[in-house]
């Protein structure tokens, strides 16, 4: 046997050993690693659901496609204090049933304009609970952020121009 064969081969082998436990998702696990929020895929999925239907896809990639939902559960893990957290997370288990109970249907499997009147109750009626309050107002300003702030919109909406730019002779002194 070839020497070099062999040890390129080990090498090979031991770092798709090392690389393999990051490719391996475990099932019910949120899909990134998050140090102070315990979020389920289930969860997961659902505040995708949500932040699509805030911004939906158009002829723009809406935010699920964008993957805003990690970017609201980044965020709120990495930023927020440790009550909003739990607002947050007790807002994103109510929510289910709160639709369940608005809509007659889980807030999946309803349709476009249901879930934005569901959202619609949420923003404007005062008798939803602090915990569901709490949870839409962090989730509805981490999502414009993480769109306002996405590679989309940053390479293709807004206009970039080198610093300093262009001279403007009009511009008062």
Do not use: W
């Not at 911004?55 to 559960?73: C, M, N, R, W, Y």
């Not at 008798?127 to 993480?146: A, C, H, P, W």
């Not at 909406?157 to 002779?169: A, C, F, I, Q």
């Amino acid at each position: 046997m070839n020497r070099r064969r062999a040890i390129k081969s080990f090498i090979l082998a031991s770092g798709a050993i090392l690389i393999m436990p990051s490719c391996i998702r475990q099932e019910g696990k949120a899909s990134i690693v998050l140090n102070n929020l315990n979020v389920s895929a289930e969860q997961e999925e659902l505040l995708a659901e949500i932040v699509d239907t805030l911004i939906p896809p158009t002829d723009s990639p809406g935010a699920k496609e964008l993957q805003l939902h990690l970017f609201v559960l980044k965020m709120v893990d990495d930023c927020h204090e440790e009550s909003d957290q739990q607002d947050f997370m007790n807002g994103l288990s109510a929510i289910n049933g709160s639709a369940r109970q608005y809509l007659g249907e889980p807030f999946v499997s309803s349709t476009q304009q249901k879930r934005e009147s569901f959202l619609k109750v949420l923003e404007l009626n005062e008798d939803v609970s602090k915990e569901l309050k709490s949870f839409y107002n962090i989730m509805k300003r981490r999502t414009i952020q993480g769109y306002l702030n996405s590679e989309y919109v940053m390479t293709n909406l807004v206009k970039y121009e080198l610093v300093p730019g262009r001279y403007n002779g009009y511009m008062p002194a």
